[in-house]
């Protein structure tokens, strides 16, 4: 019997070859005799470098899909699953010209991030870096010029209000925050339960106590965050990017922080990934990075790689995965035909 070979990206596993997700996950594959797997590439490089034509099906990280790869991948290759739930490094229109399905997995990051979006939160209202630094310096006596922000009564603004989003607006309920967001896809009624207020945009940048950016990269968001965003900013207001680099210009970010123009932030996604060791970012102390790895929990790799597991298999098993992008391809004769066929 031909088995359906799957090319999981390196990124998710470490030097030795070992998944960085719970292992259990891949009983999904180990157990149905009907499917092997195999690491591809090495774990950094664009899957434009990797001849991806022997497999039936990928679970895909971090690496960018671009044309090359799908132009060569010829007719075997079928579904494309993220671990994760952003897909700006995929040409879409390319792999639905190659007739392949991308599919992304939200709930597999939607709790990490918005945990960690919390704690981001939590961390620039009670100053605990620049704390932290007090005591490793011994100053404990200018620890008084450097008060926390209370929470109760401020007002927590969002731009975009996607799964991750209204995950974060439930966590931070009890904290007695006033809740706004924009989001042109939303609407009023489905926000009401969770005491959301959706405005304009330029309302939410100006009230925003902490602004947070939840929505995806795409032409119209690249840039959005710029210098004349952060100049209608509070001066005492935070601003956390936990959603792509290239949406926050990053240059103006840095003046802002630099010229006090805002009070502070916190960045898990720059427009260069790896940041480079010049980045005036790196020199500031008025904001908290982290390398991208907001959304890596034990529990979030878990889901993520089940998501992507399950949704190949479905695929294979002619069931629609979860959430499909390129959704046009289900009206091709050839998915109608593989998903009616008995």
């Known amino acids: 019997m031909a088995k359906f070979r799957i090319g999981l990206s390196r990124d998710v596993a470490d030097a030795a070859d070992k998944p960085t997700f ?38 895909l990280g971090a690496p ?35 007739g392949i399905l991308l599919t992304i997995n939200p709930d597999g990051v939607r709790r990490a991030v918005a945990t960690g979006v919390l704690g981001f939160i939590l961390a620039l209202a009670h100053r605990i870096p620049t704390l932290d630094r007090l005591v490793r310096r011994n100053a404990w006596h200018d620890r008084m010029q450097h008060l926390g922000t209370g929470l109760a009564g401020r007002t927590l603004g969002l731009i975009g209000v996607g799964n991750i989003g209204r995950d974060l607006f439930h966590l931070a309920r009890p904290l007695d925050m006033r809740h706004l967001a924009h989001d042109p896809f939303a609407s009023a ?21 902490f602004l947070v950016v939840c929505c995806p990269l795409n032409e119209s968001t690249r840039g959005l965050i710029g210098e004349r965003v952060f100049g209608l ?34 960045v898990d996604v720059f427009e260069q990934e790896p940041t480079p060791p010049d980045n005036e970012l790196l020199t500031l102390d008025n904001v908290i990075l982290s390398p991208h790895t907001l959304a890596y929990t034990d529990e979030s790799l878990r889901l993520m790689a089940e998501g992507a597991f399950r949704a190949v298999q479905d695929f294979f098993n002619r069931r629609r995965p979860g959430k499909i992008i390129n959704t046009e391809l289900l009206a091709t004769p050839a998915l109608e035909k593989w998903f009616t066929a008995t």
Not at 25 to 49: H, N
Not at 68 to 92: E, K, P, S
Not at 199 to 206: K, L, T
Request: proline share 5%; aromatic share 8%; hydrophobic share 45%.
């Open 189 to 209: 009624a489905e926000l009401q339960p969770l005491g959301v207020t959706l405005e304009a945009f330029d309302a939410v940048i100006a009230q925003a106590d």
């Open 64 to 98: 960018p899909v671009r044309a090359g790869c799908l132009a060569a991948a010829g007719a075997r290759t079928r579904i494309i699953a993220r671990f994760g739930v952003g897909y700006d490094h995929c040409d879409v229109p390319a792999m639905t010209k190659s």
């Open 233 to 266: 900013m509070k001066p005492t207001a935070f601003m956390i990017n936990a959603a792509r680099g290239a949406i926050v210009d990053e240059a103006a970010l840095t003046r802002a922080l630099r010229s006090r123009r805002i009070a502070g932030a916190a």
């Open 22 to 59: 719970d292992p259990a996950a891949l009983r999904v594959f180990d157990e149905d005799p009907r499917f092997e797997w195999e690491w591809f590439g090495d774990g950094v490089g664009e899957v434009t470098s990797f001849d991806i034509s022997s497999y039936d099906g990928i679970c």
